[in-house]
């Protein structure tokens, strides 16, 4: 009977080293097929991933850091002077209710800083962030810095940003007159068109005023008055 427990941790160990055995010999497995395929690839991340995770590892250490500095000014010493009749009274409940305090503040203010990094996109703002520093070691020129006078280093930014839109607002004002020209052109021709019917209409009436006058005139040498004259 005293051997069965100890048969059973030696199988237990053996079963275990067996089935670390089993896990190891596929990720060895991988790895030479990873190098055996394409020596340069390594199976491990990226290092931008890796450099990313220990990122906001980082941020979430130094938001709990700051978290936990915040609340030990909220300590138990403060709460108690701001409520001294009612430490006095019964101090128990006053830590109690303290607790209780400390407890609800640290979770507001985790959810609160939660919901600005989602609502922010820290994570999405970082990674541009690392894209503007590869960016920034491919520019042999200096980096920006502050003048120290702010209107300048704010017309400086602003102003690319108008040029843009004064370039964009004369593009629109060459079309615009393009089309007011050619609207015009065509309301021209169409007082042209109309002035040219004008011209025919006056001309037609020109002519048949004058065949009915020609008209009159035959009428009046070929059927004189006093023939019918009794």
Known sequence: MEEGPAATQTETTGNADSGVSAESQPNEATGKVCS??????????????????????????????????????ASFNRFAHSFCPLHKKDPQRMESIHKQFIEELRRSIQDDISRLIEEGWL???LNELDKLERAAKNNPGPAWRPSGVPEQDFCSYLMPYYQKQEAYMRLELKKIKAENAA??????????????????????VDEWKASVTEFERLASSLCPANVFDV
């Open 36 to 73: 055996q395929t394409n020596p340069e690839l390594d199976c491990n991340p990226p290092k931008e991933a890796a450099a990313r995770i220990n990122r906001m590892k980082l941020f979430d250490k130094v938001i709990q850091k700051s978290l936990e500095k915040f609340i030990n000014h």
């Open 123 to 125: 994570e999405v703002k």
């Open 183 to 204: 609207l015009a052109q065509k309301a021209q021709d169409g007082r042209e068109n109309i002035a040219q019917t004008e011209n025919r209409i006056s001309a037609a």
